[in-house]
């Protein structure tokens, strides 16, 4: 086996060409994106938006306590709206 060989290919694997083309590195974004939205589902963040809404109220911080459903609402405009209805009826009820 030719060594030189061998450790040019590791070489060239382990630093990959620095110019990527932009398709692939928007594709290479896209899978990621995908594999962090299927983190927690909408159907998980809506039982957990209650609880995720009193935290905001209270603390303020739910973002921090609970950053994957912050991500979430970040990343999916119907769980976001949902939230933001939430956090008005729970602010609204507050105040009275
Ligand atoms: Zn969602």
Redesign the pocket.
Known sequence: MNIKHFIHRIRNKLNPQPELPDDVVLKFLNILEQARAEELS?SE?HARLDEFVEKEVETHEAAKITPLIRE?LDM?P??CEEYEALLAIVENTKEE
């Open positions: 909408c963040i979430h999916c119907e769980c």
